[in-house]
Structures are given as C-alpha cells and as structure tokens.
C-alpha cells in the first residue's frame, strides 16, 4: 500500500515522508525579491493600522511545498497572532501577492491583534458605568 503514496519515497532518492526534489517549486532570484518586497509591504501596512507598541514581523522560508510566508503581530499583551500562505507561483505576474491580498491580510491582523488585547483586558477592568 505505501509503494501507491507520493510520500512512500523513492529507493535511494527520496526518503520515506518526503517530496522528491522536483516536486518543490524553486524561486528565481527575481521572485525571491519580489516575494521579499510584497511581504515587507505587508508588514509595514499592517503596523500601519497598530499603535507603536505592537511588534510586527514577517518571514519567508522554504517549506514542503515551496516557499511559505508568515506575517506575525505580538500586541502589548495577549497572545501572538500570525498569518502564512504559500503564495501561487504558476502566475508568471509582476506581484506574487496582489495588493488586494496584502490589504486583506493587514487588516485581519491587525484586527486579531486588536482583538487579543481586548480579551486579555476584559476581565480586569471594572465597568465604569452599568
């Protein structure tokens, strides 16, 4: 049965768990900056929306199945929040990730972070008014 799975490997290429190199995307050098560029965009609009005291930082790494992008905000108090998606590579266009994609990412990070603040405050402020 695992000589009929793609992760049954491949007899002295490929172990067992893992993808055949030739089934990983590689990124021109052209698409790593341009990956880099749209990431750091998305980071720098999404401490647009955040005060100073939130941390926003962004990654690109190499994953299972190609490149992986991860946009993380660490608020003044709660827990982290992050983003990653594997952008698609197949689209030979200028932008990996379209600037309707990193405005939508921003904002849904930026309104998590807000949100973890909110819940880690809610039980130790005492309403002002009932």
Do not use: C, W
């Not at 768990?17 to 900056?33: F, Y």
């Not at 880099?36 to 999404?46: G, L």
């Not at 946009?71 to 983003?83: C, E, K, L, Q």
């Not at 990996?96 to 998590?112: F, N, Y």
């Amino acid at each position: 049965m695992n000589g009929n799975t793609p992760y049954a490997g491949l007899p002295g290429e490929t172990a067992a768990g893992q993808r055949a190199a030739a089934d990983v995307p590689d990124l021109s050098r052209t698409q790593k900056r341009t990956l880099n560029r749209d990431v750091s965009r998305i980071a720098a609009r999404t401490r647009e929306y955040l005060p100073d005291e939130y941390v926003v930082d962004a990654n690109v790494s190499t994953g299972a199945t190609g490149p992986q992008v991860t946009v993380a905000v660490r608020p003044p108090i709660g827990h982290a929040v992050s983003a990653g998606f594997t952008p698609d590579l197949e689209d030979p266009a200028e932008e990996l990730i379209t600037a309707d994609e990193r405005d939508e990412v921003a904002r849904g990070l930026a309104a998590t972070a807000a949100l973890q603040v909110k819940q880690a405050i809610s039980n130790d402020v005492t309403p002002t008014a009932k």
